[in-house]
């Protein structure tokens, strides 16, 4: 059974337009993460959300936004995508108390052309 | 703000032949530091949390220990199937639940 899903793996899209990524976690974890890993392979927070509220925001540009639906999804929505924006996006789950243990979904490439 | 770099950023180890891996940081004060594995196209997958200096942790062919200012990541005789990315994160008490990460070392054991 997949522990943390992310759908789609690869995602190809032209400069300006709008598109989202789902994650969804089946661990019964109470927190989840956004995180993008540039061309360096250097893998940077964006986002955490404990039960649907939002408690970690780093400095990413407002055309980002994650929406929780509940504690078992954290979805990402980027507007208008630029040419920096090609990277991979992890989604991360962990329990609030053991975040040193965070489960780690396969990662979504997306290239924007 | 928060630093941690890793070293060597590739490893090139033929089969057997044991070495080590660097991670320094500079927090201004540690909660915990984490070592992760990385396969290609996938994601990270936990391996090891060290909470104070002197304290090791040992994992298959793998250990990992922690000093004041770095942590080593030891790998054992490793065989082809350890050839992973290795990432090193570290988490700031002051700074909730956010981990800061490496940039990882590429380690390659050819058979």
């Known amino acids: 059974d997949t522990a943390v899903s992310q759908t789609p793996k690869y995602l190809v899209t032209q400069m300006g337009n709008d598109k989202s990524i789902k994650c969804e976690q089946n661990?019964?974890?109470?927190?989840m993460y956004w995180y993008k890993q540039d061309s360096k392979k250097f893998l940077k927070i964006m986002f955490s959300?404990?039960?649907?509220?939002?408690?970690i925001n780093e400095t990413v540009p407002n055309r980002f936004s994650p929406k929780s639906p509940d504690k078992a999804h954290l979805n990402l929505h980027i507007n208008s995508l630029e040419l920096g924006d090609s990277a991979v996006y992890f989604c991360?789950?962990?329990?609030?108390?053991?975040?040193?243990?965070?489960?780690f979904g396969p990662g979504t490439r997306l290239t924007v052309l | 703000e928060d630093q941690v770099t890793q070293s060597p950023e590739a490893l090139r180890l033929q089969e057997g032949e044991s070495s080590s891996l660097n991670c320094s940081y500079t927090?201004?004060?540690?909660?915990?530091l984490f070592w992760y594995r990385q396969d290609p196209g996938k994601g990270p997958e936990f391996l090891f949390t060290?909470?104070?200096a002197g304290e090791e942790k040992e994992k298959e062919r793998l250990k990992a220990t922690l000093t004041k200012k770095e942590s080593f990541l030891h790998i054992t005789a490793p065989k082809p199937e350890d050839s992973a990315t290795y990432l090193c994160?570290?988490?700031?008490?002051?700074?909730?639940?956010?981990?800061?990460f490496g940039g990882g070392t590429r380690v390659l054991v050819k058979p």
């Open positions: 060290l909470y104070s």
């Open positions: 661990l019964g974890h109470d927190t």
């Open positions: 959300y404990n039960n649907k509220e939002l408690i």
């Open positions: 994160a570290v988490q700031e008490t002051a700074a909730g639940n956010k981990l800061t």
């Open positions: 927090v201004s004060g540690l909660r915990g």
């Open positions: 991360a789950s962990s329990l609030l108390r053991r975040t040193d243990t965070q489960y």
